[in-house]
């Protein structure tokens, strides 16, 4: 199942759809607005909404358009069950097994299934989600899956389990459904010695180029200082666009082949870059953020974050292009 919530991590969830469409058997989104932005550049595969409906409506709309509801509260099927009988949207049942975000208790579980047996169907998906599964060393995910295997095998539901960590640390949580995000978008946040390719490339270009001086500094608060006589490419990307603004001095780009580091701060619309030992750099030179040849997974550790956030906070100034490879 390919996870394109938040506009599948930033890179356009129709532009993702539209390529995994015959590869990808279902698609997942957090919020049923999204299903239906989907729904409108004619996408028809079924569609999982991880939250579930916040509201009665949504039940409605749910089933309208073929989305499957993971519920997580007695209230939202309570909402199911008053959909007229032959007008209720297909649902999973999310069982929280230690992450104490979403789902019903573990030993409540049983008494849901019960009550709720008449609008329970085929399609009904018995689902967790771990906390820990990018930690190989936690002992959280097995005993998440210990839970989750008790759970299961009172019922003959289908699971559904693992997230992309999961799937390259935890062999044994691949099991029916797996819910795969981050991964598919080739970013590797865990240790797993898997060699997946990054989907995105974020790409601007040189716009400006000037010696700065040794005891010159550069920016909004002139919190970097040239030490020698330094070559400054200035770039036309800023936290506008998404570059995280909590990049540090020294994060890397990559200019004409070459790693180059970030120097000052991040301003709305523009990064100012060292490029004294890089001679060839001109005006209009392309300059890579993260992508194709440096790790968006290194550059959110220099800004203190993950992947996903960087994905996902990509603003709307930034078209995405897409090309096929
Ligand atoms: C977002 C999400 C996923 C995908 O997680 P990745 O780590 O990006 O693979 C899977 N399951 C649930 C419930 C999610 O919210």
Redesign the pocket.
């Known amino acids: 199942m390919a ?1 394109i ?1 938040a506009d599948a991590y930033g890179h356009g969830g129709v532009n993702v759809a539209r390529l995994l469409r015959g590869r990808a058997k279902r698609f ?1 989104v ?1 919020i049923i607005e999204e299903a239906l932005v989907l729904r409108d550049a004619g996408i028809v595969e079924p569609i999982v909404v ?1 939250e579930g409906a916040h509201q009665p409506r949504e039940c409605a709309l749910a089933f309208q358009h073929n989305c499957i509801l993971v519920m997580h509260t007695q209230q939202q099927l309570e909402w199911v069950r008053h959909c007229e009988p032959d007008r209720r949207p297909a649902i999973w049942l999310k069982v929280d097994t230690g992450m104490h975000r979403l789902g019903f208790a573990v030993d409540e579980i049983e008494h849901i299934v019960q009550a709720y047996h008449g609008i329970l169907c085929e399609e009904t998906v018995l689902a967790t ?1 771990l906390a820990c599964a990018d930690d190989e060393q936690s002992g959280a995910t097995p005993a998440q899956l210990a839970a989750f295997s008790k759970v299961a095998a009172q019922f003959n539901f289908p699971v559904s389990i693992a ?3 999961a799937t390259i640390l935890w062999p044994q949580s691949r099991r029916g459904w797996n ?5 598919l978008y080739g970013s590797q946040p865990t240790a797993g010695n898997v060699n997946i390719k990054p989907a995105m490339t974020l790409r601007s270009s040189v716009i400006a180029l000037r010696t700065v001086p040794a005891g010159d500094s550069v920016g909004y608060g002139q919190t970097w200082t040239a030490t020698r006589d330094s070559r400054i490419a200035t770039v036309g990307i800023g936290y506008a666009d998404g570059y995280p603004r909590h990049c540090p001095n020294g994060t890397p780009v990559v200019i004409n082949g070459s790693k180059a580091e970030l120097v000052g701060r991040v301003s709305m619309d523009m990064i100012t870059i060292d490029v004294t030992d890089i001679p060839t750099v001109s005006i209009g030179d392309s300059v890579e953020l993260w992508g194709e040849n440096l790790s968006i997974d290194e550059v959110a550790r220099h800004a203190g974050t993950i992947s ?1 956030e960087l994905m996902t906070r990509i603003s709307v100034r930034v078209p995405r292009i897409v090309r096929h490879r």
Do not use: C, E, F, Q
């Not at 819910?179 to 991964?183: D, H, K, N, Q, T």
């Open positions: 996870v919530k997942a957090a991880l989600h997230n992309s960590p819910r795969l995000g981050v991964g996903y």
